[in-house]
Structures are given as structure tokens and as C-alpha cells.
């Protein structure tokens, strides 16, 4: 086997490891699975870094299996938290699994038939007959309160101000190691990998692993990434708009294309080797030539293009840099009207805009009164003449002359249209 450790340490990827992990996935396909706990029905980019993991474990010959928490979100994990975590209802429950199993299924072929397939399961389908008298006798006479008092987790809640931990949040810890116990059992699963705020689970698993199968008391190994941040120590994953999620729906394709377009240089050259495939070569090199001409943003690029295509593909990139383009570039009125709605509102998000009648754009209207008395785009019909005289207005990109007339013909998605001034003045009229 290649050696699957060595890859992910250059990449910043192991943050803790139990000793015999490496020797392990040398020595054969292993078996491997992450948890991802339904508290939405998507994923953010948080999240990525795990997604990434099984990829790179199927990429590296290992079988990997993504566990969606259908039980354990009823709970709510308690790493890293500082309070208790409102319970979801039934409904929003299932609605939230169904759609983080909609997402994994982009990244992880479930339907493979090779011998290292990805296994998606679902930990409600073997909790959900388990009896509380049977999993105390069966699971928690095998791990000690002293035990779990140990950890992290519960100390800094139950030793930090609030209510403390409840009950149901305490039990979370052997309800994920009793995951990691099935899967033993029934896949043969020997690692369980994580974010380091998960250290504390992984390693109670591997002890419910050895305690409740003498048989298989050295096969259960743990390893953990770190949690991603930025340089200037500010939570990684969030811009002005809170999350950016993994589905268009919740972050459109711009969106998340800029996000990481606009990665600091710093934050750049980490991300570029955490979040794509991109060799290690490959990536020496495009930090040399960035380092070369920080000015051309080589890195924001390359690690804008990679990560969008691997999340949305790459038609959906190529969209994204037209309409970057559109606002940045030199684009055309051709390449304003391929836009659809949804991207041309937030490629001139915060633009002003102001609205005219469907029935005056059908009739037509001269572009003096458009820009002053139906917008306010300039101040007075003098001003505006000016500008036109000075051939420093764009409709749709192209520059006009004062006897220009706005028409039906001219509405982008037969809604909108775009005026300019200058380079960077802009206005949209939405027609109603």
C-alpha cells in the first residue's frame, strides 16, 4: 500500500495518531469511517476536510465508509460546545439525513462495486432496536465514569460555567463508540478518523472496541485532523453572509468561488495543499510563481478553480468565472444575458437598483430620462447628457450615445438592465 500517512502530513492533515495507525494502512486495505451529525440538512465547508479524508483513502486503495449520525443528532455532541444543544424534531431530523446523504453521494460513488467501494450507513438503523436496559448492561458496564469524566469534553463543561452537561449529552461518547463497535463488527472497520475536537470519542470507541471483543483487541486505531483557521485566527468557513455550504442552494457557485478567491495569501498556500489534489510539485511550484507576482493571485486562482470544481464541477466553475468576469473583466452583453437571475442579484449584490413598468420598456424610453428622472442614477438630465457626451456610459456593457432608446430588447432574462458609468459606477433596473 502506498503510504496514505505521509501524504496527508505534507498536506497539514494528522493532527493527533495512535501509535500502530501508519503500519496499518501500510499493511492493507483498512477499512475506515467517518461521522457526520445531521444539525442541517447540508453540509459547509467545515466539512470538507473529512469529505476530503475519504476521498483520499479511497484514492489510496482503503475502504471508506461515511456514517451520517441518525441517532447521535437526536443527542447532540458536546465537543466543543459550551452549552446544550436543542434537540431537532423527527421530521427535521430526517429531512437534515436525507440531505447530507445527497451530499456525500457527490463526492463518494455508494453504488461502486470494486472491493474498497464507499459505504454510506446510517447509526439510527442499528441504535433504533437497541434497548436502554441492553445498552447499559452491554456498553456502559465496559467504560468507567472516571473514564469519560476524563475527557475534554465533558471536564471543560462540567468544570466551565452554564448549566453544565446533561445526561443525554454525557451518554454521547459511548453511543459513538458503540458505532465504532458495529462497525467493527459488521465491516471490519479498524480506524475511525476525525476533526481534533473529536479526539475524545475516536479514542472511547477504540477502547469499547477492545473491551467488548478481546479478539480483536489491537485492531482499532484512531487519527484526527486538525481544525481548520485562518491566519489572523478567525473562525475558517464563514463570510459576511454566515456559512458557506457545500450545496448552491444555501451558497450559490459565485459565492463560493469568491470565498476562496478571496483567501489571503497566507491562508492561500495552507488551503491549496489541505483542499485540493493538487502533488506536492505541482503546488511548490505555483508558490513560487506566486511569490514571484503576489499581485496575479496565481494560488487564490488555482485553489479557487480546484475546490469548485471538485465541488460543484466544472461547467458550474466555468459559470462562476464568466460572471466574475462580468463585474472584473471585459465582458460583453452576450455574457451579462447567460446569466440567470439568481447569479446576475448577486454579482451586483448592493448595486442600486430602481424600477420601471414592463408596459414603458415596451414602449420605450430615451436614456437621458432613464439615467436621471426613472433612476436617480444621475442627478439632473444635464449631468447625465455630459456623461453620454463624454462616452462614459454602458448599457449592458456596451457604450451608448445620448440618442440611445431602452427597449424590451435590451432586458437581461427579460427582467434586468445594467448601467455603468465610468469603470466602476453601477445601477440595475429591474423592470416590473
Known amino acids: 500500500m ?16 495512535m501509535p500502530g495507525t501508519e503500519e496499518q494502512l501500510l499493511k492493507e486495505m483498512t477499512t475506515t469511517y467517518i461521522g457526520f451529525d445531521p444539525t442541517s440538512d447540508s453540509l459547509h465547508i467545515g466539512s470538507l476536510v473529512p469529505i476530503l479524508l475519504l476521498v483520499h483513502l479511497k484514492n489510496f486503495g482503503h ?50 462495486t470494486e472491493v474498497n467501494a464507499p459505504v454510506l450507513v446510517n447509526n439510527y438503523d442499528w441504535m433504533k432496536g437497541l434497548s436502554f436496559i441492553n445498552f447499559a448492561r452491554d456498553v456502559g458496564k465496559r467504560i468507567t465514569v472516571n473514564y469519560m469524566m476524563a475527557k475534554d469534553s465533558v471536564k471543560k463543561r462540567i468544570n466551565g460555567e452554564g448549566e453544565g452537561m446533561s445526561f443525554t449529552e454525557f451518554t454521547y461518547q459511548l453511543i459513538q463508540g458503540y458505532d465504532f463497535f458495529h462497525l467493527h463488527k459488521e465491516y471490519n472497520c479498524l480506524l475511525q478518523m476525525g476533526g481534533s475536537d473529536q479526539w475524545g470519542n475516536i479514542t472511547t470507541g477504540t477502547e469499547l472496541v477492545r473491551r467488548m471483543n478481546e479478539e480483536g483487541a489491537n485492531k482499532a486505531y484512531a487519527m484526527t485532523c486538525p481544525l ?12 459576511e453572509g454566515g456559512n458557506v455550504w457545500l450545496t448552491a442552494d444555501k451558497t450559490s457557485v459565485y459565492k463560493f468561488y469568491q470565498f476562496w ?8 498556500e495552507k488551503y491549496i495543499k489541505i483542499f485540493t489534489f493538487l502533488d506536492k510539485e505541482t503546488i511548490e511550484a505555483l508558490v513560487v510563481q506566486h511569490n514571484e507576482a503576489p499581485h496575479l493571485r496565481v494560488l487564490q486562482k488555482r485553489l479557487a478553480e480546484e475546490i469548485t470544481a471538485f465541488v460543484h464541477s466544472k461547467e458550474e466553475l466555468e459559470k462562476a468565472q464568466k460572471a466574475s468576469m462580468i463585474l472584473f473583466g471585459n465582458a460583453t452583453a452576450d455574457d451579462l444575458k447567460t ?10 449584490e448592493g448595486v442600486p437598483q430602481a424600477e420601471i413598468t414592463r408596459a414603458e420598456i415596451e414602449e420605450g424610453i430615451e436614456i437621458v430620462k432613464v439615467l436621471n428622472e426613472k433612476t436617480g442614477f444621475f442627478k439632473s438630465n444635464g449631468e447625465a447628457r455630459r456623461a453620454l457626451t463624454a462616452n462614459s456610459i454602458s448599457v449592458n456593457k456596451e457604450k451608448i450615445k445620448e440618442d440611445f432608446v431602452l427597449s424590451a430588447k435590451d432586458l437581461i432574462n427579460n427582467q434586468f438592465v445594467l448601467l455603468q458609468s465610468g469603470k466602476k459606477n453601477y445601477f440595475v433596473v429591474r423592470v416590473m
Do not use: Y
Not at 69 to 76: D, F, L, P, Q, V
Not at 77 to 84: A, F, I, V
Not at 339 to 348: P, Q, S, W
Open 228 to 239: 481548520i483557521t485562518k491566519a489572523d485566527g478567525s473562525k475558517f468557513g464563514k463570510s
Open 63 to 112: 475502504k471508506p465508509i461515511a456514517l451520517v449520525g441518525g441517532a447521535t443528532g437526536m443527542i447532540g455532541d458536546p465537543s466543543g460546545k459550551s452549552d446544550e444543544r436543542n434537540l431537532l424534531d423527527e421530521v427535521t431530523l430526517a429531512k437534515n439525513v436525507e440531505g447530507i446523504k445527497g451530499v456525500l453521494s457527490r463526492f463518494l460513488d455508494f453504488n461502486a
Open 339 to 348: 446569466l440567470d437571475e439568481a447569479t446576475f442579484l448577486e454579482v451586483f
Open 2 to 17: 502506498k503510504n496514505i500517512i505521509s501524504e496527508l502530513q505534507w498536506r497539514g492533515l494528522v493532527h493527533d495518531i
Open 261 to 268: 478567491l478571496n483567501t489571503t495569501d497566507v491562508d492561500a
